[in-house]
Structure formats: C-alpha cells, structure tokens
C-alpha cells in the first residue's frame, strides 16, 4: 500500500520505518527541513534501538523516502498516518497547531479517497475536528479515523512491529477495511470502535499507568517510614494478575513527552464536562512530590546545598532513549540548583541545553569532587559502575539513586552512604 506518514518524530519515524519493513511503501513528511535533511543522508535524528537499520534498510530497497513537501507524500496515499507533536498549551490544554496545520495540508493535497489516521496523542473529537478541517480543502472523499499509538521510546520498533492490541476507531465500514489491509501482517488484537472511544482509551491508558507508577511511589515512601523493601511489596502485589507486575517501579515519578502531556489533557478533559477527576489530579501530586523528596533528602544528608557539587547521572527521562521532555532528572537538577547547589550531569545519550549545568563527557566527571551522587536515569552503564573509583573521585560519599538501580552491599563496601526509594538505607559506618 502507498502510505503517507506526516511527522517524523519518535512515534512517525518509527510508524514509517516499520511500515515500509511490512512492505508498504512510505513517504514520510516533516515541516522540519534539517531532519528530512539528515534523514536523506541516512543520520537519524533520534536515539531508537534498532531504528537506523530498519530505516537504511528500507531506503536501500526503495520502500521509505523523506520529504518535507506535501504534495510529493499526500496525493495516491491509501492511507495519511499523522504523528505530528501535541504538546500542552499553556493551559494544560492540548495544543493543535501542528495537528490542525497537517490537516489543512492533507486537504489540500488529497487527489483520491484516502484514510487518515490520527496517531498522535488527541483529545476527544479531534477525529471530528480534522474532518472539518480537511473538508474545507478538499471535494475528495476520505475518512479520518482514531488509531492511537502504544510504543514506548527505548523500545519503539520492537512494540510496533509487536503490538499488544491495535486500535482502529471510526463508524467507516470503508475506512475499517483499509486500515486492516495497512496492518493485516502484524497478528496482535484489533480492536475496531468509534473514534471517540478510541482517542480516549489512549489518554485513559496513559493516565492509569501514571497513576499506577505514583501509587508504587505512594508505597515506596511508606517502605521508608515502616522499615519495608518496597521491591519485595512491589513483587508480592505483581505477581496478582489483576494488578500485574509492569509500573511497579519506585523511583523519581513519571516524565517523558507523553505522560505528563497526557495526564495533564485528560484532566482537562474532565474539567471541561464538569467533573473533579480527584484520583488524576491526586496521581499528579504524587509525582511532583516523588521528585522533590529526592533533593529534600540530598538536603537532609548534606546541610544546606549552597556550594555544594552534586554530579547527576542520567537526564534522560528513562534509560536508553535521548529523550528529556519533563524528564524527572531535570526537576532533580533545578531543583539542586535552585537551592545553590553546582551541578554536573552526565547521560549516555541525552543532551540538554542549561548553561548553568556542565554537561561532561563520562560519568566520572559527572562527579569528580562531588559530595554527591544522584542516579536520575535507568541506564545499564550506571548499574555496573565501579565504586571504588567512584569513590575516589569524588569528595564525599553520598550516592541518592533515585532508581534503585545499584547493589546495596557494594555501595557500602566501597565506603558510601546510599540512599534508594522504598528500600533500606545503606550508611557508612553503621
Ligand atoms: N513519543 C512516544 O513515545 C509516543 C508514544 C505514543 C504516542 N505518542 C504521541 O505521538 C505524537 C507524536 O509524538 P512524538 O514523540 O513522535 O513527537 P515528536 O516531537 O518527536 O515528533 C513530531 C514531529 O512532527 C513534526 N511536525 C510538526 N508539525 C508538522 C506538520 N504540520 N507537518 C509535518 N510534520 C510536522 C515535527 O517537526 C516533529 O518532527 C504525540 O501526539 C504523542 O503524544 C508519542
């Protein structure tokens, strides 16, 4: 099939790639000029495991291209998937320009009935909204129909081309069999529904695992008051398959490009139909607390912050991905800074742009001199480091792993206090 996919970030470029890997042919479009460039010169513009193969694969065999022009993409394209960025307005609100600027140049583009479906994140009747707007550019016939996104960066290509359910929400019988022929090689559950119902199943998703991950943070601080290990909880309530044992994972709270966004519209949501959605609005309290309890307790260790070096490890908002969109590491950083602290980060992959914050090259650096270490991040090279010269290098002996990431025993063989989430502290001396 000829598919187009307009917004080449994360979720398109990774839609695009493994849609041109099932055999369709794919035309990815992007407003942005330098990453169609990159792309052209077979540069990806983002960290994705196993993406830049999958990509140069399908180059090399004619299946994928990039442009930023509209009308090299749209025309002939059974099917427009659109993966452009909905970020929070101001408000909380979601932010459809992008989505209605796609919209306006589908329409504009259409020569023949085509499907568009809604990949990005959208509030409810957005599936409606880009109808209007399509129509007021084209005479053609199309259906516009909700197809909401589940992969998670780190592991993007893997959960697209192995799905847990694929979601096709519109009342086109039409646009139904379209979209079953665009996905009729990946075998997981298709769900059909109404739009309406399928662009909010995406946001209740979102919201009810971010509720989950501050309800495991909720315990894990209680683990701290009555002496528990909030991992063995976390195991004991897991292995019920009615609660399951993924997002069960103490730590700093929930960030990235998705959840907060998401959360944040799904209580606007409420808002706008009259209801207080206290459970949402408690998930998110959490959260912020999750982040600042981790610098109260770098507080309470060291004195007043003031002067005082912290090297933070991890700016990511997860491991394995470069992405630092509301990453809970950079609340932890200008929280520290915020309270006179020096800070030095150091990520694997992630690159931020805070003068105040030296970025160096290796974790040691990070801490070279540093009365403490924060772990912000979940990546493989933090959990194996060697202590002892971590040790060394730095001036005091302070590790908050705000990931639970480090074994207890070595932390403190190699001389350190070690401070986790939900689980017993480790102190030197004691
Ligand atoms: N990142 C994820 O893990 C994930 C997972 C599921 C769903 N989603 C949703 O998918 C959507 C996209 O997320 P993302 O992380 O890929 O965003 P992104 O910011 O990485 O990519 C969006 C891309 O759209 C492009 N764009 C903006 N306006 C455009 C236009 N009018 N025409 C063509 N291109 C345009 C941007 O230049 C950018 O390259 C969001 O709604 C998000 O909530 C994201």
Redesign the pocket.
Known sequence: MKVAV???????LVSGACLADLGHEVIC????AE?IAKLEAGIMPIFEQGLEEVVKRNAKAGRIRFTTDFSLGVPGAEVVSV????PSADDGSVDMK?VD??AA?IGKNLSAYAVIAN???VPVGTAERVTNIIRQHTEQEFDVVSNP?????GTAVFDFSKPTRIIIGTDSERAREVMRKLYAHISCQKIETDAVSAELTKYACNTFLATKISFINEVAHLSEAVGADVEAVAAGMGSDPRIGKEFLKAGPGWGG??FPK?VRAFLKLGEAHGHAMPLTNAAMAMNKLARSRIVDRLERELGSLTGKKIGVLGVAFKGNTDDTRESPALDIINECLRRGAVVAVYDPQARFGDGAVAQVDSLFEAARDAEALVIATEWEEFRTLDLDKMKQTMAGDLIMDARNLLDADAAERSGFTYLRVGRKEKRKGI
């Open positions: 307009v917004g080449t970030g994360y979720v398109g479009i992007d407003t942005d990453k993966a452009v960025g909905t992008y600027a796609a140049e990949k990005s994140t996104e589940f992969l998670r960066e490009g998705c998401d």
